[in-house]
């Protein structure tokens, strides 16, 4: 196990560095510079500005302090918020996405799984045509859609929960709806197909000659082996619910990393934008790794470390 | 069509056996155990006029059509036949397994303890699978949760139904894997089942059927999944169980082999009926119904070396919509028009050979003698 970690946290540096790269091959590949804007014409005043940034020496020294900047995580100022640090960015935005992430991400596992079992588990009634009408909508809808909809409807017409902002669990309600809906739609159906294969197995057929009783037989013997391939999408569904809330957030007005996000790459910021992609990259890859962690414990076929084969 | 001997074996790792006379011996002591013993032997199951049947797109599937049989207390009843003749459907029906829908139990009781198990609630139900009725499943590699240490799901089926406490739980487990022969019993409990080989989890899977101390044993095809050292074994395992425990085994399979090792009495299906039962010399030495004479004809046999396998001839009946009369009468080589017509009465050949065939009425004795 302690080996595997190892391994896998190498994996993990490297797959940093070379996201790392591309992003700084990208964002210099981008034409205009942070000062396109400045109102200034006067070349002096541009050197200097680029002098004071490191930006007049050559590609491959940057690219060293580039590197240097992730390593000691510190990334300096922001180019168009002198007064701001990257740090500081970071810490006042990313909790706030997370928050919404981690909310949205727990919402869609639980009433997906949920879903998906009561449609297995009644197939071909009402409850499943119910779920899966709702997983085929749900997926069809996209988020932004879903946002303004709910803020017309919700908030405005019905006036039952705050259109907009991020400062009460009040607030969080229509947001974390709106980003769910998909991954709960997907999860769902997931949930749903492999729950169905899950019941024809043998082993379950077994556990009922045990007379067990039919929560236990779901609980204990079929949700376990049914949630493998959901574990497995969990990863790439967390990619895309972090870079869903960008969208979200802009229509909601939270103050989280998205809107810094998207800005510093239109202001070519650049140590906003090495900033927040390294940092929600290693984010990703991180939760990545702990989806695999968790996928093991869940399979005790699937060998995370080197032990004794078939006896 | 007379003449058939013992075609005990159909393996070959049991053939030394029988060819040194072991077969021979055993038969005459089961028939001697069986005979004697069978008046004072009290019915632990009885199935009367049983029909199940599967709704399908194409149709109701008529699975099996009126079986009735008995079951004495520990004995072992083998029921033969080929694929789709009924003989599954009939174990899962006994064990309350036929998910309602796509089946339907249209006529008949099984009566367990002067309870009728098809009558009954799912929770009254629960309460006798597992504890007084167990099954053991065909393939020992899909039979066990992969998920579960072994030791969970050996025990949770008597903390489920006697309420023990986890430790005497977990002696009774390691005192079942003692019984069905495996070692280490104690470090075994805490690994996964791929940890085992596939005669290994077969024996785990008979420890769980039987730790809650069933009268019956239901096994459907137990060995067919095995290769055929560890097949011998595991119906060695039968025996000396069925010694330790006393308790009572329905044995479904298709392989005669197996029949002729460890059963007691023999019920051959045939398009979801039973045509003809007997005690196994009986069934083996003096098969009435053509069809038991063909199977038995099918069988190689390492003691005929120039006969050639005989098969039967045809394919069994489409259950969708099955035969007025008896539905062998299309592949039977002795077929009269009656047979086509109507169905056989049971004929009582001895206390416990009973045959479906119109053979067996008088008018058709005069017309083959």
């Known amino acids: 196990m302690p080996l595997y970690i190892l391994k896998r946290f190498i994996m993990m540096i490297v797959t940093i560095l070379i996201i790392a790269t591309l992003t700084f091959v990208l964002m210099r590949a981008i034409p205009g510079s942070p000062f396109d804007e400045e109102r200034t014409s006067n070349p002096t005043i541009q050197a200097n500005l680029e002098k004071f940034y490191k930006l007049d020496q050559p590609m491959p020294i940057q690219y060293l302090n580039y590197l240097k900047s992730i390593v000691t995580f510190d990334y300096g100022p922001s180019i168009k918020k002198p007064n701001e640090s990257v740090n500081t960015l970071l810490s006042r935005g990313f909790p706030i996405s ?34 899966m009408t709702f997983a085929v909508i749900g997926i069809s809808i996209p988020n932004f859609v879903l946002a303004t909809l709910l803020i017309q409807q919700v908030a405005v017409n019905w006036g039952w929960l705050p259109p907009a902002t991020w400062s009460s669990p009040k607030h969080m309600i229509l947001p974390v709806i709106a980003l769910a809906t998909g991954p709960t739609a997907i999860i769902a159906r997931l949930t749903r197909a492999s729950m169905l294969e899950v019941l024809t197995q043998d082993y379950i057929k077994m556990a009922r000659a045990k007379g067990l009783t039919p929560f236990r037989i779901v609980a204990r013997h079929a949700l376990r082996n049914a949630l493998m391939p959901v574990v497995t999408i969990m990863g790439t569904m967390l990619a895309g619910i972090l870079t869903g809330t960008f969208v979200i957030e802009k229509i909601f ?38 989806v695999d962690i968790l996928y093991g414990f869940l399979d005790p076929r699937i060998k995370l470390h080197k032990k004794e084969g078939e006896v | 069509m007379t003449g058939h001997q013992l075609a005990a074996s159909t393996s070959f790792a049991e053939a030394p056996a029988t060819i040194g006379g072991q077969a021979g011996r055993s038969t005459a002591t089961d028939e001697n155990s069986t005979s004697s013993s069978r008046a004072d032997k009290e019915i632990i199951l009885s199935v009367q006029n049983l029909e199940v049947s599967f709704k399908t797109f194409g149709g109701e599937v008529q699975a099996i059509r009126g079986v009735t049989f008995d079951l004495y207390k520990g004995e072992t009843l083998a029921v033969v036949g080929e694929s789709g003749c009924g003989k599954s459907v009939t174990a899962n029906t006994i064990m309350g397994l036929i998910p309602q829908p796509p089946g339907r139990i249209r006529n008949g009781q099984v009566l367990f303890k002067e309870k009728d198990l098809t009558k009954l609630s799912k929770r009254a139900l629960r309460d006798i699978q597992g504890v007084d009725i167990s099954m053991i499943f065909q393939d020992p590699m899909t039979a066990l949760n992969p998920t579960l240490k072994i030791g969970e799901q050996l025990m949770e089926g008597v903390r489920t139904h006697h309420k023990v406490s986890k430790a005497e739980a977990r002696r ?13 019993p104690e470090e075994r409990l805490g690994q996964y089942p791929h940890q085992f080989s596939g005669g290994m989890r077969q024996r785990i899977v008979i420890a769980i059927a039987l730790i809650c101390e069933p009268e019956l044993l239901i096994a459907d095809e137990p060995t067919t999944a095995l290769d055929v050292t560890i097949q011998a074994q595991i119906l060695e395992l039968f025996a000396e169980i069925q010694r330790k425990t006393g308790v009572a085994i329905i044995l479904i399979t298709h392989d005669l082999g197996v029949v002729a090792k460890i059963a007691d009495r023999i019920a051959v299906m045939y398009a979801g009926k039973i045509i003809e039962i007997g005690n196994k010399r009986e069934i083996f030495y003096d098969p009435q119904h053509p069809y038991t004479q063909g199977l038995l004809n099918s069988v190689p046999r390492l003691d005929l070396q120039e006969e050639e396998l005989q098969p039967i001839d045809g394919t069994p009946p489409d259950l969708f919509a099955p035969p007025e009369g008896c539905p062998f009468a299309a592949r039977c080589p002795f077929a009269m028009e009656v047979c086509e017509r109507v169905y056989p009465a049971s004929t009582q050949l001895t206390e416990q050979h009973t045959v479906d065939c119109w053979l067996q009425d008088a008018r058709a004795k005069a017309v083959f003698s």
């Open chain 2, 172 to 184: 009774k487990a390691v005192e079942m894997l003692d019984l069905v022969g495996i070692s280490n």
């Open chain 1, 98 to 131: 997370f928050e919404l992430g981690i909310a949205t991400m727990i919402v869609a596992v639980l009433s997906g799984i949920v879903l998906g079992t009561f449609a297995a588990l009644r197939h071909n009634g009402i409850i499943d045509y119910g779920a």
């Open chain 1, 253 to 290: 007005a939270i103050p989280g990393m998205g809107k810094y996000f998207v800005e510093s790459i239109n202001n070519r910021d650049y140590p906003v934008i090495m900033g927040s992609t390294v940092f929600y990259s290693a984010f990703l890859v991180f939760m990545l790794f702990v």
